[in-house]
Each structure stands twice: as C-alpha cells, then as structure tokens.
C-alpha cells in the first residue's frame, strides 16, 4: 500500500530551527510537496522536491532522498507565524497526490 | 502562484437541503481538479477527482450519488451535496492542477475552502 509518516506534533521555541520530517513508501513517484495550513485555513504550497538534494527558499528548505524514501523540512529564524500544520504529499505514478497525516508545529516565544 | 477560488467561503443549511460549491481556477486552465474534505484536526480527505469534460472519479467510500461533481469547463468545477445531513458538515477544499509537463512541478493550487455546517 501506499504510506506517507510524518510526525503528529513538534515543538520549537521562536527564532531557533526545526526540521520536520517525512518517510514514504508510494507507487511510483513523481515528486515531493511540503504545504503549510493554518488552522481552518486551506493549504498554501510551500516547495517541490523531484531531484535528491536540498532546495533552499528563504527561512525554509527542503530536502529530498529517493533512495531512502525521505524527505524533511527545515524551517530557520522561527517566527510565531510559523505556528501551522505542515503537510508531506508525495504525487505517484498516476500523479496523484498521496498526502501525510500533517505535523502541527507549536512554537513557543 | 495560480489563484483558485471558492465559493460560498461558509454555509448553514438545513438538513435534507442540497448545496451547491463552485471551485473556479482564475489565472489558468485547470485540466485535473480535485474536492477534499477535512474533519477538524484530520488529514486532508480526498473525495474526487475531475478531468474537465469527463466522469469524476470518486474515491473508495464517497458516494457519487450525494456528492455530485460536474467540471464542464477548464476555470470551473462544482460539487453539491445533495440531501445534506448534519454529518456532512465539514470543511470542503478544491485544488487544480494545469497540463502536467514532463519534468516540471505538477503541484495542486488549492481555494481557500467552504465550511459547511448543517443542522
């Protein structure tokens, strides 16, 4: 079957750095999305990861490993903004998005 | 990125009423566009998936009969609930997708949402 695990909940104390991470396991893939929500707020993209590597956007970058089935999100400079569930989706063969449970982020001044 | 709206942002129906949620892509042709439901604190739900001009595929476990989804053109696909029962309140997202270009990003743009709450 097709799996996406990621953390439930983490906690950060504003201004330091977090990384969030996601494992899969999909039929095929055809890459790598990290979303950000806010509660009763739809999902905003945040970055694409198809190629191994790190893609670095500003406070936030991406990391993706095929081989290991890995992904993180790294989050710099926190902000109290930040303070949102993050979503790993990973699009498979058929490029449907196959979506992990979310990770609320709790950061604390 | 592309701007996808949604409209009503919120409703409160009656039960047994039917609503109707119109999803529109504003800044490019969606050819895919898909209909989430999210229960509070819950993972995203993907209920269907539309093609313009063809059949939405449903996922396992949503019936097609109650939640009827018509994508007649490239900027606009709707989703009513027909015969809404107060377990039907959620929160309902639309996303679109444009072409799918070999090697290129084949991300979901999403509208901002519809509450729906019947009683």
């Known amino acids: 079957g097709q799996n996406i695990d990621q953390p439930t909940e983490m906690t950060a104390t504003e201004g330091a750095i977090v990384q969030i991470n996601c494992t899969y396991q999909?039929?095929?893939?055809?890459?790598l999305f990290w979303y950000q929500q806010h509660a009763g707020e739809a999902p905003t993209f945040l970055s694409y990861?198809?190629l191994d590597g790190l893609e670095e956007k500003g406070r936030f970058s991406s990391f993706l490993s095929r081989s290991k089935g890995y992904s993180y999100l790294l989050l710099k400079e926190l902000q109290m903004k930040d303070s949102a569930s993050y979503l790993c989706a990973v699009s498979d063969s058929n490029y449907q998005l196959i979506w992990g449970a979310g990770t609320k982020l709790i950061i604390k001044p | 990125g592309a701007v996808v709206s949604q409209h009503p942002s919120w409703v409160i129906c009656k039960s047994g009423t039917s609503v109707k949620i119109e999803c529109r892509s504003l800044?490019?042709?969606?050819?895919?566009m898909f209909w989430y439901r999210q229960f509070p604190k819950q993972s995203l739900m993907l209920m269907a998936t539309?093609?313009?001009?063809?059949?939405?595929?449903?996922e396992q476990g949503v019936e097609k009969d109650k939640f009827l989804i018509n994508h007649a053109s490239l900027t606009l696909s709707t989703l009513t609930v027909t015969s809404a029962h107060p377990e039907d309140s959620s929160f309902y997202i639309c996303?679109?997708?444009?072409?799918?270009?070999?090697?290129?990003?084949?991300?979901?743009?999403f509208g901002p949402g519809t509450r729906l709450t019947v009683l």
């Open positions: 800044d490019f042709q969606a050819t895919t």
């Open positions: 999909t039929s095929g893939f055809n890459g």
């Open positions: 990861n198809v």
């Open positions: 996303s679109a997708r444009g072409d799918l270009i070999a090697g290129g990003h084949n991300e979901q743009f």
């Open positions: 539309s093609n313009e001009g063809s059949k939405a595929t449903y």
